[in-house]
């Protein structure tokens, strides 16, 4: 079972809609995570990182963690044709250095 | 400040034969990790040193290798080159331990023939 699970997508919505984008993992020891942008054929571009239970809100963006159910996810708010990307989802344990547990992402087509 | 800096950009090399790839963090990052992105899959983490010290190993065979240098730029090493090993290859700067948020260069696409 991989650390970080995300559904692969595509996932579609229209301009102005909320995107919701989650992923759920199996190492409790995780104890921050991070969310990345990544455009075709380019790097992959942080975009929030969460480590407290709760929410987290960056302009249009928001990070919600729940411990508990050992779940992620981001909200975007107002979508943009430009959001469209892949998102990735990245847990890290508290003794790993920084080594990052990625999941494999979830493309996100916004249509005009 | 510039960000991250990865060269070459891209390379096709044969198989068996070794590749060095360069990297250079973020001014006043001490810590750099690589990691390989295949296509359609998320980046998986190779090697991570921080303080010119290996500070994590991810599951790949010694094949590959790295060091950081004493301006904490780095290389990362592969010997005989396999056709799995064609990838995106990463490197990501932070700043030092703790909960840090990483930077990732441009990467080097990697193609193996």
């Known amino acids: 079972q991989k650390e970080v699970e995300q559904n692969s997508g595509p996932l579609s919505v229209p301009e102005g809609a909320i995107a919701s984008l989650n992923c759920t993992y199996s190492?409790?020891?995780?104890?921050?995570f991070f969310w990345y942008r990544q455009y075709s054929g380019k790097s992959p571009e942080l975009i929030m990182f969460?480590?407290?239970?709760g929410d987290k809100e960056d302009g249009r963006f928001t990070a919600q963690l729940n411990k508990a159910s050992q779940y992620v996810s981001l909200l975007i708010r107002d979508s943009q044709p430009s959001d469209s990307a892949t998102y990735l989802c990245a847990g890290k344990r508290s003794n790993s250095g920084y080594a990052l547990n990625f999941g494999k992402g979830t493309s996100l087509l916004v249509t005009p | 400040d510039a960000g991250v800096t990865q060269s070459p950009t891209h390379l096709i090399k044969t198989r068996g034969q070794h590749v060095t790839l360069r990297c250079s963090p973020i001014s006043g990052h001490k810590s750099v990790s690589w990691y390989q992105q295949v296509l359609g899959q998320g980046p998986q983490f190779i090697f991570q040193y921080y303080e010119k010290e290996e500070r994590g190993r991810g599951n790949f065979p010694d094949r590959f290798s790295a060091r950081q240098f004493p301006n904490y730029s780095s290389e990362l090493n592969v010997n005989a080159l396999l056709l799995g090993d064609s990838a995106l290859y990463l490197c990501?700067?932070?700043?030092?331990?703790?909960?840090?948020?990483?930077?990732f260069g441009p990467g080097t696409r990697l193609t193996v023939t």
């Open positions: 990501a700067s932070s700043l030092d331990t703790g909960p840090t948020k990483q930077y």
């Open positions: 969460i480590y407290s239970n």
């Open positions: 190492d409790r020891g995780s104890q921050s």
